[in-house]
């Protein structure tokens, strides 16, 4: 979520480590404080372009009204982050009112994540930060309608240390990841593919073209392992490698992802580096490998003129190849800014060009013999994709 706006790099995980840092003071534990904190990190999913971002970070009401309860109606929908959606939902609302809304360990933990956030956002180029900790300090004590007294008082008692303020200028997500929880959640593959599918939400909606292709590359890759005999774990190793494969997307700015021309030489160096930075962001997610291996290799070629990584055939496992055909299939009959939806028709000739030279020509064949039936696939897709939407309450825009 960060690579959206590298201006806005670690905002979310340095909110999560405010909010344990003032969660373990006010003697929040266990279950509780993994959900505070994963709340912290994931407190601005709903957040889905620059623009809407900065717009935040200058607490624009509406973009404020819009996040909060989205992010919330996104989160619910996943029973590990029910709680944590609760605090979402409440994290920009003053304490004065809050405290009459909920019950108060909702509220405490709610308006620990508004104060981390203003703070976060208060001290992100403020250096050295020790310099200006003590006004920083005095300014947040005076807020007394906005943050609860008890999260003022905590924060008075965390801030007599240099070493928080030294964690939070000069901060290495991965030390402060492992620091992060007490304890790890391990998810069955199920689970895994709906967060996955919540993710891919993430991804798809920073450009209006693109709002349901990683569910599509997702569903369609699933039908072709389904035909070709994978195991039911290897199914849903597809599934969450087409969820996920651009990921790396977010990364590219978004005047790239929408412009109705030809890219030029530094606009399409910049998009080929998107694999990559999926396969960076996968590899660090224990017993990722397969998925992360598939994912990253999608505009690979058989040729071994593909990208980033130029492998060849002998290279390609048979779930890369599906989820390339898948990708390909897939975006070719979705509408792009720089052309409408092909018909069937000219996605078949297509795809023959393609075979045998950067895609299966096996399962190439296989997808252009039941065209109509991928297509339908895709459509059903969009369909409960915007139906998501409207059970959030949300119309993207363009």
Known sequence: M?????????????????VRMLGKKLGIGGRELESLVIAGAL?????????????????????????TRLGYRMLREFPYLKRAAEFVLYHHTPWEELKSETDYNTALASNIIYLADRLEVRTRDLRPILLHSGAILEEFQLQKSRFA???????????????????????????????????????????????????????????PFTRVHSAG????????????????NLL???????????????????????????????????????????????????????????????HERLDGKGYPAKLSAGDLSLGA????VADVT??????????????LTRAR?????LSGKALDSQIVKLVIENLDHVREIITQVRAKRYERFEAWGHIPEG
């Not at 960060?2 to 405010?18: F, R, T």
């Not at 965390?158 to 997500?173: G, H, M, P």
């Not at 530094?266 to 598939?294: D, G, N, Q, S």
């Not at 000739?349 to 060009?353: F, I």
């Open 149 to 207: 007294p008890e999260i003022r008082e905590a924060l008075a008692e965390i801030a007599e240390k240099e070493l928080f303020w030294l964690r939070l200028e000069r901060f290495k997500k991965e030390t402060e990841l492992i620091l992060q929880l007490q304890f790890s959640t391990y998810l069955p593959c199920e689970d895994l593919s709906s967060l996955a599918s919540l993710f891919s939400v993430v991804i798809d909606l920073r450009s």
């Open 2 to 18: 960060d690579s959206a706006a590298p201006h806005l790099v670690n905002h979310q995980l340095k909110v999560s480590y405010i």
């Open 330 to 343: 897939t975006a070719i009959l979705e509408d792009r800014p720089y052309r409408t939806g092909m018909p």
């Open 236 to 298: 849903e190793n597809l599934k969450v490698a087409g969820y996920l494969h651009d990921i790396g997307k977010l990364s590219v700015p978004e005047e790239i992802l929408d412009k109705p021309g030809p890219l030029t030489p530094e606009e399409w160096a910049i998009m080929k580096a998107h694999p990559f930075v999926t396969y960076r962001i996968l590899e660090k997610i224990p017993y990722f490998e397969t998925i992360t291996a598939w994912a990253s290799s999608h």
């Open 349 to 353: 000739d297509v795809l023959k060009n």
């Open 43 to 67: 407190h601005d999913i709903a957040l889905f372009t620059t623009k809407e971002k900065a717009w935040a970070f200058e607490d624009e009401p509406r973009i404020i009204e819009r996040h």
């Open 217 to 232: 590359v997702a569903w369609v890759a699933k039908w072709l392992g389904e035909v070709l005999g994978f195991s039911q």
């Open 321 to 324: 190849r599906v989820l390339a």
